[in-house]
């Protein structure tokens, strides 16, 4: 009976590690975030992950030129400015092409008012750290810096369709010191544009 209960004990384990990390293939929920190091925002200063002291923080990879990306940004303004004095927003672009580069950025940012930071990662290794295979894709960490939650920010291409708030809902959780409900969904937009310097 014994050893019934321990074989039980070990698939139950092997089942939720293959349930982990469904759609990314790099990191699981409850990981450590990746760092990053002295990338140039849009204020023409650099960043560090360290700097950013909140007990959450929302790590957004992203782009300039994605509709998809280009679809959420009045979405991320407004969860800035709901959530501005809990929650730290860091929107990373990781795309290379000239619509994305940083002159680009800054105008993008100037034009729509961008309340969050804005950094360009021309490295790519950000993106490649978390997984992370769609513009946008979201992040969030709770105060250990662990991923309690990935994937989109919500379950709408526009604003008026949104049935499900996973980013919100993930936030408020991680506000709490809870782990979220929902802990991974499949992140929806542009596929990022890995250069193959950038794997090597």
């Given at each position: ?148 939650y990935m994937g989109s920010f919500d379950d709408g291409n526009s604003a008026e369709d949104v049935t499900k708030t996973y980013v919100v809902d993930a ?30």
């Open positions: 009976m014994m050893r019934f209960a321990a074989i039980m004990a070990v698939l139950a384990l092997s089942l939720s590690t293959v349930q982990a990390g469904k759609f990314n293939k790099v990191i699981n929920p409850g990981d450590k975030a990746p760092t990053f190091e002295k990338l140039m925002g849009t204020d023409e200063k650099e960043h560090s992950s360290s700097e950013f002291k909140k007990d959450v923080v929302v790590v957004i990879v992203t782009c300039n030129k994605c509709p998809m990306a280009i679809a959420y940004e009045d979405r991320m303004i407004e969860f800035t400015k709901k959530y501005s004095g809990k929650v730290d927003v860091v929107a990373i672009n990781v795309n290379n092409a000239d619509a994305d580069k940083l002159d680009k950025m800054i105008e993008r940012s100037k034009e729509k008012g961008f309340n969050y930071t804005y950094l360009y990662d021309p490295s790519q290794k950000i993106a490649m750290a978390l997984g992370a295979a769609r513009t946008p894709e979201f992040f969030v960490l709770n105060k250990a810096r662990e991923v309690v936030v408020e959780a991680a506000l709490a010191g809870k782990t979220p409900k929902v802990q991974e969904t499949a992140a929806r937009g542009c596929g990022v544009q890995f250069e193959k310097k950038s794997k090597e």
